[in-house]
Nanobody, 119 residues
């Protein structure tokens, strides 16, 4: 059983910055893709950014130029640097990863961390 645990969320003023982390724990696994998703109150969960095992990244248009996704493969940790935050960034942010277990990839989710941006 592999678990993803997000941290770094909180309350920040508009224009501020925050860095989210997602740490994978367990044994006998490796990670392929990773990504961040978010779900605002009353809205569908949406993709924020993804990153491949080789470090290639992709961003939603709404965060492009403000957010940066990165990963430390040696530490099995994913990061999201969020700058120039806006009230519309307020959401629960979820970590996602494709976790390799023997003969398959399991699509795995963390519990989420709340980000609130005040105006």
């Amino acid at each position: 059983q592999v678990q993803l645990v997000e941290s770094g969320g909180g309350l920040v003023q508009a224009g501020g910055s925050l860095r989210l982390s997602c740490a994978a724990s367990g044994s006998g696994f490796s990670i392929n893709y990773m990504g961040w998703y978010r779900q605002a109150l009353g809205k569908q969960r949406e993709l924020v950014a993804t990153i491949t095992s080789g470090g290639r990244s992709n961003y939603a248009d709404s965060v492009k130029g403000r957010f940066t996704i990165s990963r430390d493969n040696a530490k099995n940790t994913l990061y999201l640097q969020m700058n120039s935050l806006k009230p519309e960034d307020t959401a629960v942010y979820y970590c996602n990863a494709g976790v390799y277990n023997s003969y398959r990839l399991d699509d795995t989710w963390g519990q989420g961390t709340q980000v609130t941006v005040s105006s």
